[in-house]
């Protein structure tokens, strides 16, 4: 059974990096066909990409947080990572880490990690 | 405002059968496959439907299916356990991301 847990700091200061795992268990990202992606959800409200990434091969973000935005794999550790730079109160929300339903970006999220919550305040 | 729109309320009763859309235009739903996620008192998103395909361990009172530029989450046989907040998400290739819904909320009477 595959699946995903998020880890990071719970709380970053504005204008800092917010930086954020997901660790990857019953499945290798290395072996399987899939985009692993990130996803978010502000306090009450709906849920927004971030973007995907496919191996280290092929990444799509967001375009409104393109600028801001690095997703990478580690292959080694079963593990892909978020960057998000500049950040400021618009970024507290849960992050989610997922896994796409096929090796196209455009399918959608099958697989979700269970969310943590990262609030910016300083 | 979300590029998808859906409900922002539902209601049924045990037993009924509920449909939830989620309306877009040609550049996404008219173009891609949907999902859709229930999200029970804040948890983690599931998915519960991908096009008209039912993700294992999801019960077969789910279903999907698509019209044009309209995607419809049909629940057939509602139980209480089935009380949520559904969201819908598809490709849009005119904006270059995966665009969700405002989300429905379900509730069962």
């Known amino acids: 059974q595959l699946q995903l847990q998020e880890s990071g700091p719970g709380l970053v200061k504005p204008s800092e990096t917010l930086s954020l795992t997901c660790t990857v268990t019953?499945?290798?990202?290395?072996?399987?066909?899939?985009?692993w992606g990130w996803i978010r959800q502000p306090p009450g409200k709906g849920l927004e990409w971030i973007g995907s990434?496919?191996?280290?091969?092929?990444?799509y973000y967001n375009p409104s947080l393109k600028s801001r935005v690095t997703i990478s794999v580690d292959t080694s550790k079963n593990q892909f990572s978020l960057r998000l730079s500049s950040v400021t109160a618009a970024d507290t929300a849960v992050y989610y880490c997922?896994?796409?339903?096929?090796?196209?970006?455009?399918?959608?999220?099958?697989?979700w990690g269970q969310g943590t919550l990262v609030t910016v305040s300083s | 405002q979300s590029a998808l729109t859906q409900e922002a309320s539902v209601s049924g009763t045990v037993g009924q059968k509920v449909t939830l859309s989620c309306t877009g235009n040609?550049?996404?739903?008219?173009?891609?496959?949907v999902g859709w996620y229930q999200q029970i008192s804040h948890g983690a998103p599931k998915t519960v439907m991908f096009?008209?395909s039912l993700p294992s361990g999801i019960p077969d009172r789910f279903s999907g299916s698509k019209s044009g530029t309209t995607a419809s989450l049909t629940i057939s046989g509602l139980q209480p356990e089935d009380e949520a907040d559904y969201y819908c998400?598809?490709?849009?290739?005119?904006?270059?991301?995966?665009?969700f819904g405002g989300g429905t909320k379900l509730t069962v009477l």
């Open positions: 990434i496919y191996y280290s091969e092929s990444t």
């Open positions: 040609s550049n996404n739903i008219g173009s891609y496959a």
């Open positions: 997922a896994r796409h339903i096929s090796n196209v970006v455009t399918s959608p999220p099958l697989y």
């Open positions: 096009g008209n």
């Open positions: 019953g499945g290798s990202i290395s072996s399987s066909g899939y985009y």
């Open positions: 998400s598809t490709w849009d290739y005119s904006l270059s991301v995966q665009v």
